[in-house]
């Protein structure tokens, strides 16, 4: 059967392409086939001289090309620091390597010694140990251990109750701290990198019970 190409194809063609950008899990993906569909959708508007319709598909061409080229940019190799790809590979491997580069960054490094959270607190901060280490605490009784590499201050971050133990340094620590202001604000208007961060810290929630059972078992 012989198919005759007339301009009506464009819309069949756009609307079938935009069908399949709702199938597209990856947000790149999803942008570039909607370029396709919209500029097949802004061709059969133009040879039919519909204006507004030429116009809009026009418009959503350009915001969608714009969307691919800076998601591109974003996700172009970058290398880091190798302090920081070991930290990268080892505890932030949700993130690409441009995206945590950034988070880290939001984030301040300090020293510090004693006390880090106190139980029954809403922490101002997010705690990342980059190296030293550290006890959790309940009513005076040891009850985990963080090593460099973990997080303190994450569940409280989560779910918004108050800490549940202490946390305190046994000999100076080097942190790298998030206000949680940021955080929040990461919540609401980046919930990609939010639900990353989430990944994150859900792998170190894990570690945490794997070597609880550990230590219960030995």
């Excluded at 063609?13 to 097949?40: E, F, K, P, T």
């Excluded at 998601?71 to 880091?80: D, G, M, N, S, W």
């Excluded at 949700?94 to 139980?119: H, S």
Aim: a positive charge; charged letters at 20%.
């Amino acid at each position: 059967m012989n198919i005759h190409w007339t301009p009506d194809l464009f819309v069949h063609i756009g609307y079938a392409l935009m069908l399949v950008a709702l199938l597209a899990r990856d947000i790149l993906w999803l942008r570039a086939v909607l370029v396709c569909a919209q500029s097949n959708l802004a061709l059969y508007a133009w040879t039919h001289g519909l204006a507004g319709m030429t116009f809009w598909n026009s418009l959503f061409v350009v915001i969608n090309a714009v969307w691919v080229l800076r998601i591109l940019r974003e996700r172009r190799a970058v290398k880091l620091p190798e302090a920081l790809a070991g930290i990268h590979r080892r505890d932030f491997a949700a993130m690409g390597a441009q995206e945590f580069l950034r988070f880290w960054n939001e984030g301040q490094g300090r020293e510090a010694e004693g006390r880090l959270i106190a139980d029954g607190s809403h922490p101002a901060e997010l705690l990342y140990l980059v190296s030293g280490q550290a006890r959790v605490r309940r009513q005076g009784r040891e009850i985990a251990a963080l090593p460099a590499g973990s997080f303190a201050g994450e569940m409280s971050l989560l779910t918004g109750e108050p800490t549940s133990a202490d946390v305190d340094a046994l000999g100076p620590v080097r942190l790298q701290a998030w206000p949680v202001a940021r955080l929040q604000e990461i919540r609401q208007r980046q919930p990609q990198l939010w639900t990353r961060l989430q990944s994150v810290l859900g792998h170190d929630m894990i570690e945490k019970l794997r070597r609880a059972a550990a230590q219960a078992g030995s």
